[in-house]
T-cell receptor, first 115, second 115 residues
Framework: GAGVSQTPSNKVTEKGKYVELRCDPI?????LYWYRQSLGQGPEFLIY????????DSGLPNDRFFAVRPEGSVSTLKIQRTERGDSAVYLC?????????????FGPGTRLTVL | AQSVAQPEDQVNVAEGNPLTVKCTYS??????LFWYVQYPNRGLQFLLK??????LVKGSYGFEAEFNKSQTSFHLKKPSALVSDSALYFC?????????????FGTGTQLKVEL
Protein backbone atom coordinates (compact mmCIF):
# COMPACT_ATOMS: atom_id res chain seq x y z
CA GLY A 1 0.00 0.00 0.00
CA ALA A 2 0.96 3.64 -0.30
CA GLY A 3 3.05 5.18 2.40
CA VAL A 4 2.95 8.67 3.84
CA SER A 5 3.22 11.29 1.13
CA GLN A 6 4.22 14.92 1.46
CA THR A 7 3.95 17.79 -0.97
CA PRO A 8 5.80 19.69 -2.18
CA SER A 9 9.10 17.85 -1.89
CA ASN A 10 10.93 21.16 -2.03
CA LYS A 11 9.76 24.67 -1.29
CA VAL A 12 11.82 27.82 -1.71
CA THR A 13 10.31 31.02 -0.40
CA GLU A 14 11.35 34.49 0.61
CA LYS A 15 11.53 35.78 4.13
CA GLY A 16 8.16 37.07 5.29
CA LYS A 17 6.09 34.90 2.97
CA TYR A 18 3.41 32.38 3.95
CA VAL A 19 3.81 28.66 3.16
CA GLU A 20 1.68 25.55 3.43
CA LEU A 21 3.05 22.04 3.62
CA ARG A 22 0.77 19.06 3.02
CA CYS A 23 0.80 15.55 4.42
CA ASP A 24 -1.23 12.53 3.30
CA PRO A 25 -1.03 9.81 5.95
CA ILE A 26 -1.33 6.09 5.40
CA UNK A 27 -4.99 5.19 4.85
CA UNK A 28 -6.65 4.19 8.11
CA UNK A 29 -4.04 5.75 10.36
CA UNK A 30 -5.73 7.91 12.96
CA UNK A 31 -2.65 9.51 14.48
CA LEU A 32 -0.57 12.06 12.57
CA TYR A 33 2.63 13.81 13.63
CA TRP A 34 4.75 16.68 12.35
CA TYR A 35 8.47 16.91 13.04
CA ARG A 36 11.17 19.31 11.92
CA GLN A 37 14.69 18.16 11.08
CA SER A 38 17.46 20.72 10.87
CA LEU A 39 20.79 19.94 9.24
CA GLY A 40 22.83 17.54 11.32
CA GLN A 41 20.08 17.02 13.87
CA GLY A 42 17.47 14.43 14.64
CA PRO A 43 13.80 15.15 14.02
CA GLU A 44 12.16 17.41 16.60
CA PHE A 45 8.51 17.03 17.49
CA LEU A 46 6.14 19.83 16.50
CA ILE A 47 2.54 18.65 16.82
CA TYR A 48 0.43 15.51 17.05
CA UNK A 49 -3.15 14.90 15.90
CA UNK A 50 -5.49 12.19 17.02
CA UNK A 51 -8.31 12.34 14.51
CA UNK A 52 -9.17 15.95 13.74
CA UNK A 53 -7.92 17.48 16.96
CA UNK A 54 -4.44 18.56 17.94
CA UNK A 55 -3.73 16.42 20.99
CA UNK A 56 -0.30 17.92 21.65
CA ASP A 57 1.09 21.08 20.04
CA SER A 58 3.81 21.67 22.60
CA GLY A 59 6.56 21.49 19.99
CA LEU A 60 5.37 24.37 17.82
CA PRO A 61 8.09 27.01 18.19
CA ASN A 62 5.83 30.08 18.13
CA ASP A 63 2.48 31.36 16.94
CA ARG A 64 3.68 31.68 13.34
CA PHE A 65 3.27 27.92 13.09
CA PHE A 66 -0.14 26.31 12.84
CA ALA A 67 -1.44 22.95 11.64
CA VAL A 68 -4.86 21.58 10.78
CA ARG A 69 -6.41 18.23 10.00
CA PRO A 70 -10.04 19.09 9.29
CA GLU A 71 -11.30 15.69 8.17
CA GLY A 72 -9.01 13.48 10.16
CA SER A 73 -6.87 12.48 7.21
CA VAL A 74 -4.81 15.04 5.27
CA SER A 75 -2.96 17.61 7.35
CA THR A 76 -1.51 20.99 6.45
CA LEU A 77 1.29 22.72 8.32
CA LYS A 78 1.10 26.47 7.89
CA ILE A 79 3.93 28.90 8.53
CA GLN A 80 3.31 32.63 8.51
CA ARG A 81 5.91 35.35 8.04
CA THR A 82 8.64 32.84 7.35
CA GLU A 83 12.13 33.47 8.71
CA ARG A 84 15.48 32.11 7.56
CA GLY A 85 15.65 30.03 10.72
CA ASP A 86 12.57 28.11 9.58
CA SER A 87 14.66 26.45 6.86
CA ALA A 88 14.63 22.72 7.55
CA VAL A 89 13.12 19.44 6.40
CA TYR A 90 9.58 19.07 7.68
CA LEU A 91 8.62 15.45 8.27
CA CYS A 92 5.17 14.01 8.64
CA UNK A 93 4.45 10.63 10.21
CA UNK A 94 1.37 8.57 10.89
CA UNK A 95 0.54 5.60 13.07
CA UNK A 96 -2.37 3.21 13.23
CA UNK A 97 -3.57 4.59 16.53
CA UNK A 98 -2.15 6.79 19.18
CA UNK A 99 -1.07 3.80 21.24
CA UNK A 100 2.39 4.37 22.61
CA UNK A 101 3.79 1.15 21.20
CA UNK A 102 2.74 1.85 17.63
CA UNK A 103 5.66 2.74 15.40
CA UNK A 104 5.35 5.88 13.37
CA UNK A 105 5.74 5.72 9.58
CA PHE A 106 7.45 8.72 8.07
CA GLY A 107 7.03 10.50 4.76
CA PRO A 108 9.97 11.68 2.63
CA GLY A 109 9.70 15.21 3.98
CA THR A 110 9.41 18.70 2.55
CA ARG A 111 12.63 20.65 2.34
CA LEU A 112 11.83 24.28 3.10
CA THR A 113 14.35 26.95 2.21
CA VAL A 114 13.70 30.53 3.29
CA LEU A 115 15.87 33.04 1.45
CA ALA B 1 11.78 15.39 30.10
CA GLN B 2 13.01 12.60 27.88
CA SER B 3 16.25 12.56 25.93
CA VAL B 4 18.43 10.34 23.78
CA ALA B 5 22.18 10.39 23.33
CA GLN B 6 24.02 8.89 20.38
CA PRO B 7 27.65 9.44 21.35
CA GLU B 8 29.19 8.65 17.97
CA ASP B 9 28.66 10.93 15.00
CA GLN B 10 30.09 8.28 12.69
CA VAL B 11 30.88 4.59 12.85
CA ASN B 12 33.11 2.91 10.27
CA VAL B 13 32.99 -0.84 9.78
CA ALA B 14 34.43 -3.26 7.24
CA GLU B 15 31.90 -5.34 5.33
CA GLY B 16 31.36 -8.69 7.00
CA ASN B 17 32.35 -7.43 10.42
CA PRO B 18 29.86 -6.96 13.26
CA LEU B 19 28.58 -3.46 13.87
CA THR B 20 27.29 -1.61 16.93
CA VAL B 21 25.62 1.80 17.00
CA LYS B 22 25.27 3.12 20.53
CA CYS B 23 22.26 4.75 22.15
CA THR B 24 21.49 5.77 25.71
CA TYR B 25 18.27 7.32 26.91
CA SER B 26 16.71 9.19 29.78
CA UNK B 27 13.01 9.06 30.66
CA UNK B 28 10.83 9.13 33.73
CA UNK B 29 9.65 5.59 34.20
CA UNK B 30 9.81 2.86 31.60
CA UNK B 31 10.56 3.59 27.95
CA UNK B 32 9.45 2.54 24.53
CA LEU B 33 12.56 2.55 22.32
CA PHE B 34 12.88 2.67 18.56
CA TRP B 35 15.53 2.61 15.85
CA TYR B 36 15.03 4.27 12.49
CA VAL B 37 17.29 4.45 9.44
CA GLN B 38 17.48 7.33 6.97
CA TYR B 39 18.87 6.99 3.47
CA PRO B 40 19.78 10.13 1.47
CA ASN B 41 16.74 12.06 0.26
CA ARG B 42 14.38 9.55 1.79
CA GLY B 43 12.22 9.47 4.87
CA LEU B 44 12.95 7.65 8.08
CA GLN B 45 12.35 3.91 7.92
CA PHE B 46 11.38 1.93 11.00
CA LEU B 47 13.87 -0.82 11.94
CA LEU B 48 12.77 -2.18 15.31
CA LYS B 49 11.27 -1.34 18.67
CA UNK B 50 11.41 -2.41 22.29
CA UNK B 51 8.15 -2.39 24.17
CA UNK B 52 8.43 -5.05 26.84
CA UNK B 53 9.59 -8.60 27.29
CA UNK B 54 12.77 -10.03 25.84
CA UNK B 55 15.63 -7.57 26.07
CA LEU B 56 16.97 -8.64 22.66
CA VAL B 57 14.79 -7.31 19.87
CA LYS B 58 15.10 -8.43 16.27
CA GLY B 59 14.14 -6.17 13.41
CA SER B 60 14.40 -5.58 9.70
CA TYR B 61 17.42 -6.35 7.48
CA GLY B 62 19.12 -8.52 10.11
CA PHE B 63 19.41 -5.76 12.71
CA GLU B 64 18.83 -6.34 16.39
CA ALA B 65 19.05 -4.24 19.52
CA GLU B 66 19.60 -5.01 23.18
CA PHE B 67 17.70 -3.17 25.89
CA ASN B 68 19.71 -2.75 29.07
CA LYS B 69 17.67 -1.10 31.80
CA SER B 70 20.50 -0.74 34.31
CA GLN B 71 22.68 1.04 31.77
CA THR B 72 19.72 2.85 30.12
CA SER B 73 21.03 1.73 26.75
CA PHE B 74 19.55 0.38 23.55
CA HIS B 75 22.47 -0.35 21.22
CA LEU B 76 21.81 -1.37 17.63
CA LYS B 77 23.74 -4.37 16.35
CA LYS B 78 24.22 -6.52 13.31
CA PRO B 79 26.43 -9.63 13.17
CA SER B 80 27.72 -9.01 9.63
CA ALA B 81 27.63 -5.56 8.05
CA LEU B 82 26.84 -4.91 4.38
CA VAL B 83 27.90 -1.95 2.26
CA SER B 84 24.18 -1.32 1.70
CA ASP B 85 23.75 -0.73 5.44
CA SER B 86 25.57 2.58 5.07
CA ALA B 87 23.07 5.23 6.16
CA LEU B 88 22.12 7.55 9.01
CA TYR B 89 20.68 5.80 12.06
CA PHE B 90 18.47 7.40 14.69
CA CYS B 91 17.52 6.12 18.11
CA UNK B 92 14.27 7.41 19.61
CA UNK B 93 12.51 7.13 22.96
CA UNK B 94 8.98 7.58 24.12
CA UNK B 95 7.90 7.51 27.76
CA UNK B 96 5.22 4.98 28.60
CA UNK B 97 3.52 7.53 30.80
CA UNK B 98 3.73 11.27 30.99
CA UNK B 99 5.64 11.82 27.79
CA UNK B 100 2.74 12.11 25.46
CA UNK B 101 2.90 10.49 22.10
CA UNK B 102 5.94 12.26 20.76
CA UNK B 103 9.17 10.56 19.90
CA UNK B 104 12.40 12.16 21.07
CA PHE B 105 15.26 11.43 18.70
CA GLY B 106 19.00 11.40 19.08
CA THR B 107 21.22 13.39 16.75
CA GLY B 108 21.95 10.40 14.59
CA THR B 109 24.96 8.21 13.80
CA GLN B 110 26.33 7.95 10.28
CA LEU B 111 27.24 4.33 9.55
CA LYS B 112 29.80 3.74 6.83
CA VAL B 113 30.46 0.18 5.75
CA GLU B 114 33.48 -0.25 3.50
CA LEU B 115 34.68 -3.10 1.36
Amino acid sequence: GAGVSQTPSNKVTEKGKYVELRCDPISGHTALYWYRQSLGQGPEFLIYFQGTGAADDSGLPNDRFFAVRPEGSVSTLKIQRTERGDSAVYLCASSLTSGEYNEQFFGPGTRLTVL
Amino acid sequence: AQSVAQPEDQVNVAEGNPLTVKCTYSVSGNPYLFWYVQYPNRGLQFLLKYITGDNLVKGSYGFEAEFNKSQTSFHLKKPSALVSDSALYFCAVRAITGGGNKLTFGTGTQLKVEL
